[in-house]
């Protein structure tokens, strides 16, 4: 053992109990911003000679324990696009470099992160606050997502086309009662259906449902009318129509139009309206033959409407921007509808502490972190989305306290050390013979 062995530990303390300095004032520093990881020190000491008789002095080194996989806490947020994961995960981003025919150009690498205070911006994508854009896998129109491809989320679909009415839906209930002696004794009852045309234009339609005169129920008693006529309003293309419905004795359709149909079979009815924008094929649902679905005529004194559907949509404008739990990203729109635009998945690692640390609490995928597997969220062991709240800084302040101190300590005794060793080097100099 020799005094400059015992100084030059010293001075690798004192370097080492700086680096954990580094880290701890790194931690404080960040305590508040979104999805930071606290950098933890880890001491390892280096071993010049060690036997059962000698040690000599070695070393000690700091290096950075990260803490990528440790939560954070989870908090509300008044912003409805702040996304916090719950469990293991990261959301895949992108990096803007410059800028391409007024839109953001994106780097081709790949970066991830745990902070989920994502906003929209001025071109309509995803941006948190440290302007990486939130990627996404595209859906389609026929909700399809295309887990092929994984781009930065845009929303620019502003307007809701019109669709036209090409179904509708209609369960209400005629009540049994007494047939009429005559025509003029007939009760009649209407209900207007909304229609849209092919330029998102409301129509109504009128479906009048009118007693036939003398048709009582089975003998030998007499019992409720049976048959009805339907009737449509404005007329259909090619003329008036007038559609005889009998009902069965439990109140069920029996026959349509004159055809008895095998029970459980759809009773519907195919026609076209004409609104000035040529014809428009409509199909009207009734219900079932002999089951007490749609139409049917039970006990009660007055027409009763229980549901009615149509599938036309009128334009839409937007109205804002909802992201649900399982990651689908859907526009809404002042008409009542809404259109899953894409879904956003969340990104998993063998080992995410190996994760390359970047700007803005990013991070890069290393070949000690494992291949990134891009999956829905809360599949195969991956979080679980939390919206409308983000993920907070697991950096404790008490805790970073603590280390503190012990760092001033553990630096004060290596100067001490340093100084100690000093002097005695400056005692040897002096020694006369």
Known sequence: MSLFGAMTTAISGLNAQSRSLGHISDNLANSQSAGYKRVDTNFTNLVTQSTQTMHAPGSVMARPDYTNSIQGTIEQSDNPLSLA????????????????????????RQFYTRAGDFRMDRDGY????????????????????????????????????PIATSAVEIAANLPAIDPPATPADARSFSTQVPVYDQLGNRHALTLTFAQTPGTAG??????????????????????????????????????????????????????????????????LNLGRFDVAQGITQQAGNDFSLRTLHQNGVPPGSYSGLAIRENGDVAVNYDNGESRVIARVPLVSFSDPDKLQRLDGQAFMRTIESGEAQVMDAATNGVGKLVVGAEEGSNVDIGTEFTKLIVAQRAYTANTRVVTTSDEMLQDTINMKR
């Open 126 to 161: 995803l941006v948190n606050g440290s302007d990486y854009f939130l990627q996404g896998w595209p859906v389609d129109s026929n909700g399809n997502v295309d887990r092929t491809t994984l781009a930065p989320l845009r929303v620019s679909q502003q307007v809701f086309n």
């Open 85 to 108: 994961i719950g469990g293991q995960g990261f959301f895949s981003v992108a990096q803007a470099r410059g800028s391409s025919n007024g839109l953001p150009a994106f780097d081709e």
């Open 218 to 283: 089975p003998p030998p008693t007499a019992g409720p009318a049976r048959s009805w006529q339907m009737s449509i309003s404005p007329s259909p293309v090619g003329g008036a129509v007038s559609i005889p419905i009998v009902f069965g004795t439990n109140g069920t359709i029996e026959s349509f139009d004159g055809v008895t149909g095998t029970t459980n079979a759809v009773v519907d009815l195919n026609f076209q309206m004409d609104f000035g924008l040529g014809n428009q094929d409509i199909n």
